[in-house]
């Protein structure tokens, strides 16, 4: 849970979405025996039922993950996806993404998802010229967040969305000199963010903070 936001509110949200199904709660349990605390980089189920609602409001067929972890959002993602979408995720973990990857399967979008393992930005930058995505979920490192922005942004036509994790990080970034490099570098990428006249931005006080920019 973000320490920022009331328990109680957090979980009155949860309370009242659309609840996680069989599925993903049997995900969520797997990540939780496994990992441990570690489970706590996945995304809250409120948080994936955003993703899957934003993903097919907006339309998207072709969808970027830059962080995978053991496959909630990815999951999520894939569901809104219509049939001939594609969603590439960009992990550096064999064995947080192969569970990913049975969920996936039994869920029925493997064949929506290609999973590349190794750096991201590497992996983007490999990528042929024209290579386009209509949709970014970037939850990864933050230190390289500016850079995986960057490599995204250029792939999406006017109307493409990036939505970018953890961007109030427990409320440390109001305070960043403070904190240590990744929130110095948070810090550094909202106010970027924030004043980059190639998109419209909004920060959702949401969880740990989700920015959303619209390319124009």
Not at 75 to 80: E, G, T
Request: proline letters at 5%; one cysteine or more; charged letters at 25%.
């Amino acid at each position: 849970m973000d320490p920022w936001i009331d328990p109680n509110v957090a979980d009155y949200a949860i309370e009242h979405s659309s609840a996680p199904d069989d599925l993903q709660r049997r995900l969520m349990a797997e990540t939780a025996e496994k990992l441990g605390s570690t489970a706590g980089m996945q995304i809250s189920p409120d948080e994936g039922v955003f993703l899957e609602v934003l993903t097919r409001v907006s339309g998207a067929r072709h969808a970027v993950e830059v962080g995978t972890f053991t496959g909630y959002s990815a999951l999520c993602i894939a569901r809104a996806l219509p049939t001939d979408g594609t969603l590439l995720c960009c992990d550096i973990s064999e064995e947080w993404t192969a569970i990913g990857r049975r969920y996936w399967a039994e869920a029925g979008v493997d064949s929506k998802i290609e999973l590349r393992i190794g750096p991201a930005l590497e992996t983007l930058r490999a990528l042929p010229g024209d290579v386009r995505f209509d949709l970014a979920f970037i939850d990864a490192d933050k230190s390289t967040y500016a850079a995986y922005y960057e490599e995204v942004l250029a792939r999406m036509p006017p109307g493409g969305l990036v939505l970018v994790d953890n961007t109030i990080w427990s409320g440390k970034v109001l305070a960043p000199q403070r904190g240590d490099k990744d929130t110095l570098a948070l810090a550094a990428f909202n106010a970027a963010l924030a004043a980059d006249d190639r998109v419209d931005v909004v920060m959702l006080t949401f969880r740990d903070g989700v920015t959303m920019a619209r390319k124009r």
